[in-house]
């Protein structure tokens, strides 16, 4: 069975930084691109970062860039979502999901979901 499970996220200060993981089990991420969203109460599913299957192309929405950092590791089948001097706009549950070949920052592309991890920005 084709699983994702992210991790990482905590209650941290404005400025702080964290490290999301997304570990992929029951399928190898050579043939995936992985994107990372965002959900904040209220709102719609946002896209984040992605990145390719080869890691060349790698993606983020505007809010984000300079500030996180998207990259992934086949050998040990996870991708990671560094995120620094965060905001408390910021703060959402994240979801790690996969893509066949591509990388979309549109989650309707997207086939596999993991269940997310809460990230809370706040003083």
């Known amino acids: 069975q084709l699983q ?5 996220g905590d209650l941290v200060q404005p400025g702080g930084s964290l490290r999301l993981s997304c570990a992929a089990s029951g399928f190898t991420l050579d043939y995936y691109g992985i994107g990372w969203f ?6 719609e599913r946002e896209g984040v970062s992605c990145i390719s299957k080869s890691g060349g192309i790698t993606k983020y929405t505007d809010s984000v860039k300079g500030r996180f950092t998207i990259s992934r590791d086949n050998a ?48």
């Open 38 to 43: 965002r959900q904040a109460p209220g709102k």
């Open 76 to 123: 040990k089948t996870t991708v990671y979502l560094q995120m620094n001097s965060l905001k408390p706009e910021d703060t959402a549950v994240y979801y790690c999901a996969a893509v066949r070949y591509s990388c979309s920052l549109g989650p309707q592309y997207y086939d596999y979901w993991g269940q997310g991890t809460q990230v809370t920005v706040s003083s």
């Open 4 to 8: 994702l499970v992210e991790s990482g």
